[in-house]
């Protein structure tokens, strides 16, 4: 089992930056990949981006790119989302997940392991 705890959300005004961070406990070198998805009210959960855990490879969804930057820090078992130029849009409770099998995915149920989310909340 891997545990996953996000922290680093709130409010922001539009234009404004957050880090989130991901802690990753528990069968940790089994994680190939990390990932943080979204889901805003009443819409469907969303891949926003990814991390291989050993070569730090990145992928990103096409409506962040450029604003949203993956990365992790592989010592202490932690993802991070460092999101800027941040707005109203961004607004969504923010998922971290890891997935053990090695390919690369979007899909939501590709992951094995989920946080319990955080919430970002971006004022216009």
């Known amino acids: 089992q891997v545990q996953l705890v996000e922290s680093g959300g709130g409010l922001v005004e539009t234009g404004g930056s957050l880090r989130l961070s991901c802690a990753a406990s528990?069968?940790?070198?089994?994680?190939?990949?990390m990932a943080w998805f979204r889901q805003a009210p009443g819409k469907e959960r969303e891949f926003v981006a990814s991390i291989t855990w050993s070569r730090g490879i990145t992928y990103y969804a096409d409506s962040v790119n450029g604003r949203l930057t993956i990365s992790r820090d592989n010592a202490k078992n932690t993802a991070y989302l460092q999101m800027s130029s941040l707005k109203p849009e961004d607004t969504a409770v923010y998922y971290c997940?890891?997935?053990?099998?090695?390919?690369?995915?979007?899909?939501?149920?590709?992951?094995?392991?989920w946080g319990q989310g955080t919430q970002v909340t971006v004022s216009s």
């Open positions: 528990g069968r940790t070198f089994s994680v190939y990949a």
């Open positions: 997940a890891a997935r053990t099998a090695a390919r690369i995915t979007i899909i939501v149920a590709n992951y094995d392991y």
